[in-house]
C-alpha cells in the first residue's frame, strides 16, 4: 500500500528523519514506536503527503483522499460535532443524506452517538480524541494514520480508542505512532522501532516488544 525508500526529512539544519525505509502492507496494523523526539510525528506527516520528503522517495499505492490522519491534538471548527464531521464530507460533495448517515455511523464506532449538537470545544480531552477519530473515518479512509492517539488520556478514553482501533482494523490500514511499546503489542501486527530519526528495527509485536534487544530492550523497559 505504502513504501518509503531512504526516505530523509529536513527542519533547518536538522534531519529528523535519516534514511528512512519501510514498507506498509494492506489490511495490517502497523505500529511505530520510539522516545519523543525520535521522528514519529515527522513519519506520519510523510506517510500522509503532507510533508515531501527532503530525500529518497515515497511510493503510495491509494488515492491521496483516501489516507487520512488523526493529529495528537485535535483541532475543531467552532461550531458542533456534527457539521466538523460533516465538512469533509461536503467537501467532497456527498449527498446531505449520506453526510448524515456517514456522521452516524462514525460517531457509533466511537461511542459519541447523541453528541452532534455538543459544542466541539466544551468536549473533555478523550472526547475531542473520539470525535477527531470518528471525523477521520466517516471519510472511510483506505489509510488511518494515528499520531499517539491516547496520549495524555485517561485509562477509560485509553480503552475505548483502543477497542475502536481494533474495531477498524478490519475496514482500512491502520499506522499507529505511540511511544507505549506495550500499547504496540497490544494493537499491532507489526512493530517499526524508531530512534533519533532512523528505523533501528522491525518485526512482529513478538519479536520486537516480548523479545527487544539492545537500545530496543531500554526503551521497551523504560530505561532510555
Known amino acids: 500500500m505504502l513504501e518509503l525508500r531512504r526516505v530523509v526529512r529536513r527542519y533547518g539544519g536538522v534531519e529528523a528523519l535519516r534514511g528512512v525505509s519501510l514498507r506498509v502492507r494492506r ?3 502497523l505500529s511505530i ?3 519523543n523526539g525520535s521522528g514519529k510525528t515527522t513519519l506520519l506527516r510523510v ?4 510533508d515531501p520528503p527532503d530525500g529518497g522517495e515515497v511510493i503510495c499505492g491509494v488515492e491521496r483522499g483516501k489516507v487520512t490522519m488523526v493529529f495528537q491534538q485535535p483541532a475543531f471548527f467552532n461550531t458542533t460535532v ?6 469533509g464530507l461536503r467537501l467532497r460533495g456527498r449527498p446531505e443524506g449520506e453526510v448524515r448517515k456517514e456522521v452516524r455511523r462514525a ?3 466511537v461511542g459519541m452517538r447523541g453528541c452532534e449538537e455538543r459544542r466541539a470545544g466544551e468536549l473533555s480531552g478523550g472526547e ?3 470525535v ?4 477521520a473515518l466517516a471519510l472511510r479512509p483506505e489509510l488511518l494514520l494515528l499520531d499517539e492517539p491516547t496520549s495524555n488520556l485517561d ?3 485509553t480503552r475505548l480508542i483502543e477497542g475502536v482501533i481494533e474495531e477498524v482494523r478490519e475496514e482500512c490500514t491502520v499506522v499507529l505512532a505511540t511511544s507505549h511499546p506495550f500499547q504496540a503489542a497490544r494493537l499491532s501486527d507489526r512493530v517499526v522501532c524508531l530512534f533519533e530519526g532512523k528505523v533501528l528495527a522491525q518485526g512482529t509485536p513478538r519479536e520486537i516488544v516480548e523479545r527487544p534487544k539492545g537500545r530496543i530492550r531500554k526503551f521497551v523497559r523504560g530505561e532510555w
Do not use: V
Not at 506517510?47 to 503532507?50: F, Q, R
Not at 456534527?82 to 465538512?87: D, E, F, I, M, V
Not at 477527531?132 to 471525523?135: G, K, Q, T, V
Open 128 to 130: 475531542k480524541q473520539r
Open 132 to 135: 477527531s477519530l470518528a471525523r
Open 107 to 109: 460517531l457509533s464506532l
Open 27 to 29: 489490511g495490517e496494523t
Open 155 to 157: 485509562p477509560r478514553s
Open 82 to 87: 456534527y457539521r466538523n464531521l460533516a465538512y
Open 47 to 50: 506517510m500522509a503527503l503532507l
Open 33 to 35: 514506536i520510539g522516545p
